[in-house]
């Protein structure tokens, strides 16, 4: 018999439920760093599946994750090491490196990824800590601890924590509601003279539907500080054997990404590229080296 029908259920609310202590410790500290953002309401990594094509990341269970919804990450069966690049309208200021790692452990799956944000002379660096697990079989819950530092040539460092948060929802097999939240606290920069400026706080929501075996249809709204709201609409099917291929639209204005995985052993290469009629092109190019057979 399923193990969670043998466990006793805490109930924290009306409707919500979980079956062990550290599952619902683990659901209040996550409501904790959440709400926030439902009161009030870091532009994240351009990763090539999801972000650069103007998709939310909200239901993506792949190792570029960590960047988005970390939540996906509870879907992980192999370690994986990662690295990637991407860059906006083909500016050197709009550049992105990252490296990354996730480790599937006993209960739990940690990931880590550093990345530097910008050029030499003004840029950001991250250095990301994920904890994603699979609470049930319809939630998968993460959270994200960020440090985040603004390297600026003449001036001294500042630094940032901001801790983020995600979920994953599976009310029926073929459908997948996300949610997630870069800094809902609303952390901010403290300045050496006293000035203070709020760190950009990022809210997303989407929902993927598979009609079909192996095709994903996937709707998604993502808002920036002071921004309005990115709404999305992405398709991924794969086309052979080890070839899948991605598309989407944005807004606003319309903008039209185009991407594509290939898998070679133990390797997969994923690029992804966005239009802007006015900006030009942004692109995104990524690594990964999966660990042991599956």
Sequence with gaps: ?????????YFCGSGIFCKSPF??????????????????SQQPYGDPEAYVLGKSGTVSTSPWSLYANPS?????????FGMGYSN????????????????????????GGVMQDGCEAFNYQ???????????????????????????????????????????????NNVTLGFYSTNPAMSKWQYADDYTEYYPTTVAVGVAYRPANELEMEFGILKLTDT???????????????????????TSPVRIGLGTSVKWRAFSFDVGVRHHASLGISSSFGLLYYLFKS
């Design 1 to 9: 018999m399923d193990s969670y029908n043998d466990a006793p259920i």
């Design 23 to 40: 599952q619902f410790l683990f659901i209040c500290f996550f409501l904790w760093c959440v709400f926030p953002v439902i009161l009030f």
């Design 72 to 80: 996906g990450l509870a879907t992980s069966v192999r370690p994986v």
């Design 88 to 111: 906006d309208y083909q500016l050197q200021e709009l550049s992105a490196r990252t490296l990354l790692m996730v480790w599937p452990g006993n209960g739990c799956v940690i990931a």
């Design 126 to 172: 991250q250095y990301n800590v994920a904890v994603a697990r699979q609470m049930a079989p319809w939630l998968r819950m993460a959270v994200r601890p960020v440090l985040t530092v603004r390297h600026q040539s003449g001036v001294s460092d500042e630094t940032v924590f901001t801790m983020d948060a995600g979920f994953q929802i599976l009310p029926v």
């Design 228 to 250: 309005s709201p990115l709404f999305s609409f992405g398709i991924t099917k794969p086309v052979f054997d080890r070839v899948i291929l991605r598309g989407a639209v944005s």
